[in-house]
């Protein structure tokens, strides 16, 4: 797996006022960081704060000590009184070791095939969601250093953890590498509708294990495969419907058919 310059996933360019670019120590964090902050000055006011910050690892996405694309991902809203940002920054070694122990998981379960392993990891600088997947496209994954999500957790909405994030992504991916397996009766037998389905439910535990789930058929496949591979393929008791023990065992089965190396069922 190779890491990629950030800014080759997010191509907006954020037209503000000129830049100013400084080093800070981001408090709870390991190492320095290279910031770039904006501001919009109104014409009252006299003097101008920096509320917008791009954060950028130093040595990281800086690389051949060259300066950085100023149009590299998207500023983040952060007030300049305090203390420190109010959301972690995902930095490549926590993302090396989110990764480690996931591509474990998959290879005990025989999921990393040669068309998985393809797939590539993306460290980008901002994001909304906690992580994509470019499905349909080049079949890779994206994760942004900082989050709007992530800060959802100060809200007292329930955040989402790297590790949880690779394993749900690493779904999608497996679906876009492995579309004959999913594109079948099998899948919709399974989960009560075709695997492209853009219809949104209403959340009911019984049906879904998470309220994500509810979204369409797709995340709810994604998230019912995160929860199969933390949880070594045990159904934890607050699934045991007969919804999620059809959804569990099509996981089951996506296994032992890419172990077998199938294309369709």
Same mark, same amino acid.
């Given at each position: ?15 503000t006022?000129?830049?100013? @670019? ?13 910031? @770039?902050?904006?501001?919009?000055k109104?014409?009252m ?17 800086n ?18 009184k305090?203390?420190?940002?109010a ?10 070791? $989110? ?5 474990? !998981? ?7 095939d !040669? ?10 600088p ?10 349909g ?7 942004? $250093? ?26 999608? $991916?497996?679906a ?8 079948? /009766?099998?899948?919709?037998d $399974? ?7 853009k ?8 049906? &879904?294990? /998470?309220?994500?789930?509810?979204k ?12 199969f591979?933390?949880?070594?393929? @045990?159904?934890?008791?607050? &699934? ?10 099509f996981?089951?089965?996506? /296994? /032992?058919a ?5 294309s369709?069922?």
């Open positions: 797996m190779r890491w990629k310059k950030a800014g080759e996933c997010l191509k907006t360019v954020w037209h006022s000129a830049p100013k @670019i400084f080093h800070v120590k981001l408090h709870g964090s390991i190492g320095h960081y290279l910031a @770039i902050a904006w501001v919009h109104p014409l006011l006299s003097t101008p704060t920096f509320p917008y910050f791009l954060l950028f690892p130093q040595g990281k996405w690389h051949n000590n060259s300066r950085p694309a100023l149009n590299a991902g998207l500023p983040i809203f952060l007030s300049t305090q203390r420190s940002p959301m972690q920054i995902i930095n490549l070694a926590r993302l090396n070791r $989110a990764f480690s122990t996931v591509i474990e !998981e998959l290879h005990f379960w025989k999921f990393y !040669e068309k998985l392993s393809k797939v590539e990891i993306y460290l980008v901002f994001g909304l969601p906690h992580g994509w997947q470019n499905y496209s080049n079949h890779d994954i994206c994760i942004p $250093a900082v989050s709007m999500s992530r800060l959802a957790k100060l809200l007292g909405f329930q955040a989402c953890g790297l590790t949880d994030v690779l394993r749900h992504e690493f779904a999608h $991916a497996l876009d590498t492995h579309r004959g397996l999913f594109h079948s /009766s099998v899948f919709t $399974a989960f009560g509708d075709t695997h492209s389905s219809i949104e439910y209403e959340y009911d535990p019984f049906y &879904f294990v /998470s309220s994500y789930a509810a369409n058929t797709s995340e709810c496949y994604a998230d019912v495969f995160m929860f591979v933390k949880y070594k393929g @045990i159904l934890p008791a607050r &699934f045991d419907t007969l919804p999620i023990r059809r959804q569990w065992q996981i089951k089965r996506l /296994s /032992s890419i172990k077998q190396g199938k369709r069922w």
